[in-house]
């Protein structure tokens, strides 16, 4: 027995759990950005803020090397949030039609999703490995899973396949 959902109720629920995604990954990128100003300007705060990814040791160590640490993980972190902005701003405006889904809109939803599943893939990767780099130079670090740099090869394979799922919506057109 197949049981048939509404489709805009199965709308609905994705907009509440974007509308969900979106706030999380936002309050993530600003509790990273928010502990790495007090890692600067007060660092025995950090170890007591919310997220607690304490970059002190690396911040002693060289403030270059913190900084690219944190843009990285700011970057990651800004472009999962800007993911699901992109996904409730077309879910709200209601551009994308289930009646006629191949719309340039639809196809532009795509590939920007793509473009930024690459760039997370790039600066996840590119963090990891320089978080790795670090470590092997005696540096103190957190690890790369509270960085939220351990799966960039998986944000590659998503970009990849949005990509194609782009050029299969621009043919569709």
Not at 55 to 61: A, Q
Not at 99 to 104: E, L, M, T
Not at 105 to 127: D, H, P
Request: aromatic share 14%; charged share 15%; glycine share 6%.
């Amino acid at each position: 027995m197949v049981i048939k959902i509404p489709t805009q109720w199965i709308l609905r629920t994705l907009l509440f759990v974007s509308w969900f995604i979106f706030v999380g990954l936002s309050i993530e990128a600003g509790a990273f950005l928010t502990n790495a100003v007090f890692a600067v300007f007060k660092p025995s705060a950090v170890p007591i803020l919310w997220q607690q990814t304490d970059l002190s040791d690396l911040l002693r160590h060289d403030r270059g090397y913190f900084a690219v640490i944190v843009l990285c993980s700011a970057i990651v972190a800004g472009h999962k949030a800007c993911m699901f902005y992109l996904i409730i701003k077309a879910l709200l405006k209601k551009n994308i039609s289930m009646i006629q889904p191949f719309s340039i809109e639809a196809k532009r939803l795509v590939l920007n999703l793509s473009y930024l599943t690459f760039a997370i893939g790039l600066f996840s990767t590119m963090g990891y490995k320089y978080t790795h780099w670090l470590i092997s130079q005696g540096v103190k670090m957190p690890d790369t899973e509270s960085l939220h740099f351990d799966s960039g090869d998986v944000w590659f394979f998503m970009g990849i396949t949005l990509l194609v799922i782009g050029q299969i919506f621009r043919r569709g057109i």
